[in-house]
Structures are given as structure tokens and as C-alpha cells.
């Protein structure tokens, strides 16, 4: 069955840190990858996404991602946190061997000190 | 383009009521999912629509659990009857195709006393 682990389940880390989250996915195939971003009492809203071409993926509000098809990873990262980047992070795979629902991960919360 | 709406947006029943939450998705949209959210255990899919036909809904708790898709622009999930640990906040989620992202629609606060 299709699995998604994140390394970390709460992160603290002050202003202008850098920031690396890790998504670790279990199955092998041609798969879509999706980082989402859920700010305290809000739904969830998408970082960016991968689905092919350049495993260096830029979204939103400064974050990327690197896709390594080796490592079966997908982390996250952005150079400097902001205060306004305190919220729960999800990854989420789409394996086209697998049906068309979406797996998530548990989630990491990112708390940024000002 | 609305986005994904979802009634109510908070809901507070007692215990052994029926509740029902309501979706519309974008349209345009063929597949639809409904997510549950609680700290103890995240994210969970309930089950997934394609083409308002019910695909998997192996994530549906139990048979108190209920949802359905007549038409491509509106989709209940019913809990009947409900107890408090159904309490959580249910996401309702569209998209285009699986080619595409999905959306999510603002949640439903659940709570069952």
C-alpha cells in the first residue's frame, strides 16, 4: 500500500532560518507530488507540485522542492522563515499505479519564532 | 470561481443526531473527496467520487458513515447517528482530473456532545 512518512512532527526554528522538511514516499512508478500548507484554522492550500521535468519545483511564497527519485523523497525547503509561515505541513502523492486518490502525510508543524 | 464550498461551517449536535455536510465542488470538476482531520489522527481520506460514482470508500469509519454524489455539483456525507468521537473537522476536496491538483473547500467543524 502507498505510504507517505514526514520526518519531522513539530518544528521550531526562529526568523530567517532556514527550513527543510522531509517526505519519504513507499512505492515506486510514475508518481505526482504535492506539498500542502495549512495555516492555524484555515484549509488546506497548495505550496506546489510536481508531476515531471525539473525535480527542482518552485511554489509559493518562496518555497521548493527537490524531487530525488532515488531517495523516494520530496523535501521541502525555503532559505529564510517568516513568523507568517507558522503552520502544519503536508505532503501528498498521487501514484498513477494506484488509483487516482491521493495519499498525505501526518503532517509537520512548522512554529516560527519571531 | 467560488471554490470549493462546504455547509455548515460549524456544526454542534448531541450525541445520537444525524448530521449531514454538504459539498459543491468547483465545477468542471469530476472527482470529489472527503477528508476527516483530527489531532490524534490527522488527515484521513473518507472516501473518494469520480464521476459522482463512489471509487474507494474503504476510509469510511463504519456503517454510521454515509455519503453520496447525485449529481456533479453537490455531495452529502451523513453520520447517523453520531457520536462524540466523530467530532473533527471534515474537508470536502475537487479535481479536474488526476493530471491536477485538488482543492480544498474551507471545512466543517464537527461537534458531537
Known amino acids: 500500500a502507498q505510504s507517505v512518512s514526514q520526518h519531522n512532527h513539530h518544528v521550531i526554528l526562529s526568523e530567517a532560518a532556514s527550513l527543510e522538511l522531509g517526505c519519504n514516499y513507499s512505492y515506486g512508478g510514475t508518481v505526482n507530488l504535492f506539498w500542502y500548507v495549512q495555516y492555524p484554522g484555515q484549509h488546506l492550500q497548495l505550496l506546489l507540485k510536481?508531476?515531471?521535468?525539473?525535480?527542482l519545483v518552485k511554489g509559493i511564497k518562496g518555497f521548493e522542492a527537490e524531487f530525488i527519485k532515488s531517495k523516494f523523497s520530496f523535501n521541502l525547503r525555503k532559505p529564510s522563515v517568516q513568523w507568517s509561515d507558522t503552520a502544519e505541513y503536508f505532503c501528498?502523492?498521487?501514484?498513477?499505479?494506484?488509483?487516482?486518490?491521493?495519499?498525505f502525510g501526518p503532517g509537520t508543524r512548522l512554529s516560527v519564532l519571531p | 470561481d467560488a471554490g470549493v464550498i462546504q455547509s455548515p461551517r460549524h456544526e454542534v449536535t448531541e450525541m445520537g443526531q444525524e448530521v449531514t455536510l454538504r459539498c459543491k465542488p468547483i465545477s468542471g470538476h469530476n472527482s470529489l473527496f472527503w477528508y476527516r482531520q483530527t489531532m490524534m489522527r490527522g488527515l484521513e481520506l473518507l472516501i473518494y467520487f469520480n464521476n459522482n460514482v463512489p471509487i474507494d470508500d474503504s476510509g469510511m469509519p463504519e456503517d454510521r458513515f454515509s455519503a453520496k454524489m447525485p449529481n456533479a455539483s453537490f455531495s452529502t456525507l451523513k453520520i447517523q447517528p453520531s457520536e462524540p468521537r466523530d467530532s473533527a473537522v471534515y474537508f470536502c476536496?475537487?479535481?479536474?482530473?488526476?493530471?491536477?491538483?485538488?482543492?480544498f473547500g474551507a471545512g466543517t467543524r464537527l461537534s458531537v456532545l
Open positions: 476536496a475537487s479535481r479536474r482530473d488526476r493530471k491536477n491538483i485538488q482543492y
Open positions: 510536481y508531476f515531471s521535468g525539473d525535480p
Open positions: 501528498a502523492v498521487n501514484a498513477d499505479n494506484y488509483g487516482q486518490n491521493f495519499v
